[in-house]
Structures are given as structure tokens and as C-alpha cells.
């Protein structure tokens, strides 16, 4: 499942980061958070890695669509 922009702006809000924080952490630039998260432009599926793995290595779990529900994120616990 690749992350998608309403999961990310989420998950920066479970965490308490800006969209700088998250750049940061996936090592990648502010404009390139921002475009992604305001879906100016598609980026690139190695950014869009580094975006989950930063957020998953923070502690968040990404939900799936199922059943006819939406998307979603989660603190994991522990």
C-alpha cells in the first residue's frame, strides 16, 4: 500500500510535526512534502517510501481501505 496524501497530513497531526519535521526525518525537501501533501504534483515512488518509512519509523501504522471504509493512520502501540 503506498501512503497517500490524506494519511500523511494525518499522521503529521497524530505526531505533532510541521512538514518540515517530516522532510527531515524522510531526508527529503520541504517543496517536496508540501506538493505531495497539497497534491500539486504526483512525485516519485522513492519519495513516496521514504514519506511511509519516516512515518512508520515514528510510529505510525497506515490503515487500508476495507470494507467500504476509508483510509486511515494510528499511533501503533508500545
Known sequence: MSILPQQSRAAR?????TQADLAAA???GVATVKN???ER????AA???AIQRAL?????ELIP???GKGVG???REG
Open 73 to 75: 493512520v494510528r499511533l
Open 56 to 60: 512508520e519509523d515514528a510510529g505510525i
Open 36 to 38: 505531495f501533501e497539497s
Open 13 to 17: 497531526g497524530l505526531l505533532n510535526w
Open 65 to 67: 481501505a476495507k470494507g
Open 41 to 44: 504534483r504526483e512525485t516519485t
Open 47 to 49: 519519495n513516496l517510501k
Open 26 to 28: 524522510a531526508t527529503l
